[in-house]
């Protein structure tokens, strides 16, 4: 519980969120655990496809964005997850994840559950793009090696070679954190700083070091 709200109903509504803003025909919603299980259940609730364990996470790997180098990272995601064959094979498949960070994981899931005979790969992402690092004590890369920083959502579709990628939208977000009118500027009840640029301690040792922030609009 934070703040009175539990954390995993917070992230299925953030699931039943994604359905309504980004809807797609497919056979199965699977999650790529363990931390996008909850919003995989909320988008299978809300959209009517079946909800199934299409990837099973090996427990003793851990996060794989935060080793030092791409090749123990590529490594550690084949450690880390297995594709469930005999399910996946000939289905169109939605997977959700809670994030994409520099998207080597993404690809490397992606490219596990094409080898392993789906038809179609749908990501659905239960944050907006992580477009800005965060200085507040989570180990996330330098804002050029975050793949939203410098692309698209249509870009990244391209750059990871999926049918479709979609992000819950930060108003959706704020909906699905309680925040019925979505986000209030005025009276920020949150930090979304990785997500709009907005950071509500400004990072002056970053700036002296040369980190550019967001331009003012």
Known sequence: MIGGRSVYETRRQIG???????PVDAD???????????????YSQESGIPYAMGIIRNQYVGRTF???????????????????????????????DDSVVRGT???KIKEMVLDAGAAEV???IASPPTQWPCFYGVDTPEREKLLASSMSEEQMRDHLG?????????????RACGEPEGRDASEPQFCDACFSGDYPVRPSDMIERGFQMKAAE
Request: proline share 6%; net charge positive; glycine share 6%.
């Open 162 to 174: 999926v049918n479709s990628l979609r992000f819950v939208t930060l108003e959706g977000l704020y």
């Open 28 to 42: 199965l919603v699977c999650p790529v655990p363990d931390s996008g299980t909850p919003a995989a259940i909320g």
């Open 66 to 96: 935060i080793e030092p180098s791409e090749q123990i990272r590529n490594m550690g995601v084949r450690l880390k997850l297995n594709v469930n064959r005999a399910l996946i094979r000939g289905k169109r498949i939605i997977l959700v």
């Open 16 to 22: 039943v969120e994604l359905a309504r803003e980004a």
């Open 122 to 124: 749908h990501f659905r």
């Open 105 to 107: 994981t993404s690809q």
